[in-house]
């Protein structure tokens, strides 16, 4: 049987970083390869190496998406009135509700944090780095905070994300622990409780 090849067309290239976005978040970098992402498209691996020359630049250009969408919530936080502990748990709580409603990013930084241990060595570009320096400049305006070391508010900002982290991977082990209702229920009270979370850690001296 011949495998029909999709015609390359002028969006291939935001194509090919859907389709890697999906797989590296389901089966990690190293369970991802360049032919498995250009089969499921219907195109080439050529095609694929033409726009990024290798798995790696693809990787990159799909954490690279993410880390700008991400440093974007700190901006668009700024530019709204009020206190900087509203701005912080604003940008907090956008993520909680993003990694809800599409939780694929969630899942491919995390599979970033376990994969990388082969590759950190060698790491040119640490793409979630602008990330963490704009929330720990963000908490150091908060009042309780602002004489904290930078290696202090870092491990508070790191804390706050591997909570919501956490529960936006576990979803498919705790709805087959607690059931879909449960998990569902779960689900919606876990924005509120994570509001909880932020405001007891940034009132924190």
Known sequence: MVRKI???????????I?????????????????????????????????????KEKLYGEVLQQISERMIGSIIAAQAEAGEPQTQLENVLLGLCQDGIRDPQSTQLIMRE????????????????????DGLVALARR????????????????????????????????????????????MKMLYPDEFKTLIRARLAAK
Do not use: C
Request: glycine letters at 6%.
């Open 142 to 185: 908060v009042p309780a905070q602002e004489y904290k070391s930078e290696v202090a508010l870092l491990s508070m900002v790191y804390q706050l994300l591997g909570a919501v982290n956490y529960f936006l991977v576990s979803e498919p082990t705790l709805k087959q622990m607690f059931g879909k209702a449960q998990y569902d229920e």
């Open 113 to 132: 944090l376990l994969d990388n241990k082969r590759r950190a060595k060698h790491a040119g570009t640490w793409y979630l780095k602008p990330f963490l």
């Open 18 to 54: 859907e389709e890697a976005r999906r797989q590296f978040a389901e089966k990690g970098f190293y369970g991802t390869s360049i032919a498995s992402i250009a089969d499921a498209l219907g195109l080439t691996k050529q095609a694929l190496l033409h726009h990024f020359g290798t």
């Open 6 to 16: 999709r015609s390359v067309s002028r969006d291939t290239r935001d194509l090919f």
